[in-house]
């Protein structure tokens, strides 16, 4: 009975996580099916494993070779990969538990709780990153700040330049900033065509063609 129980609280748990939280603000439908696959397929193995002599070590070794296999098939944003290694934990935590306790329960819900908070939308909602490619080479760092501070609306905080293409006359930087004035002075408003999408967080991110950006 306790091991069912623990089962119900898995599967309430990880439903918040991927409809309630996750879906509603990414609408990535893939990434739902492989939340609730992996949850409930470590939750089967982690149950098995706890009911025998193997114990928690080959159970851990599970969870990190099912990472490294999710992690290098395919690419995923930073917060994804949150997601996923949550989606692991409930399953674990309650595949791996003899019997419901407070401390059990209170764990995954400490678990859906920080996604919910540490992705909500307005923790730094005026905080951005893109990735530029402009069509003028800049080897001045301080004028291509002062550039993309106009061109984008907003305070640069970070500029990484990926390359400088003096022969083409191109410039790949990466930047983070912070939006400032009204709605409408962000990139957000402006014409697609002129901006590459946004980058979700560094090297975990989805990659897509770089569009040109007129200087």
């Known amino acids: 009975m306790d091991r069912l129980l623990l089962v119900v609280a898995d599967l309430v748990a990880i439903a918040v996580l991927t409809f309630g939280i996750y879906f509603p603000r990414h609408h990535r439908r893939d990434l739902?099916?492989?939340?609730?696959?992996?949850?409930?397929?470590?939750?089967?193995?982690?149950m098995i494993l706890g009911s025998t002599s193997v114990g928690i070590g080959l159970g851990m070794g599970l969870f990190g070779v099912l990472s490294i296999i999710r992690l290098r098939s395919y690419e995923i944003a930073h917060q994804e990969i949150a997601y996923y290694f949550s989606?692991?934990?409930?399953g674990l935590l309650a595949g791996l538990s003899e019997s419901v306790g407070v401390l059990h329960v209170a764990l995954m819900a400490l678990v859906v709780v920080t996604l919910f908070v540490a992705d909500h939308p307005r923790?730094?909602?005026?905080?951005?990153?893109r990735e530029l490619r402009l069509d003028s080479a800049h080897t001045?760092?301080?004028?291509?700040?002062a550039h993309l501070?106009?061109?984008?609306?907003?305070?640069?905080?970070?500029l990484s330049v990926k390359a400088i293409d003096l022969v083409n006359d191109t410039t790949h930087v990466e930047v983070r900033y912070v939006v400032v004035g009204p709605?409408?002075?962000t990139p957000e408003s402006r014409p697609r065509s002129?901006?590459?999408p946004e980058r979700a967080g560094g090297t975990g991110s989805r990659t897509a063609a770089e569009q040109g950006i007129r200087a």
């Open 183 to 185: 709605a409408s002075g």
């Open 87 to 90: 989606a692991l934990a409930l």
């Open 194 to 196: 002129t901006l590459t």
């Open 32 to 46: 739902v099916a492989a939340f609730l696959g992996v949850n409930v397929g470590v939750l089967a193995v982690a």
């Open 140 to 145: 001045d760092e301080e004028a291509l700040r």
């Open 123 to 129: 923790l730094y909602s005026r905080h951005r990153q």
């Open 149 to 158: 501070e106009v061109l984008l609306g907003g305070r640069v905080v970070n």
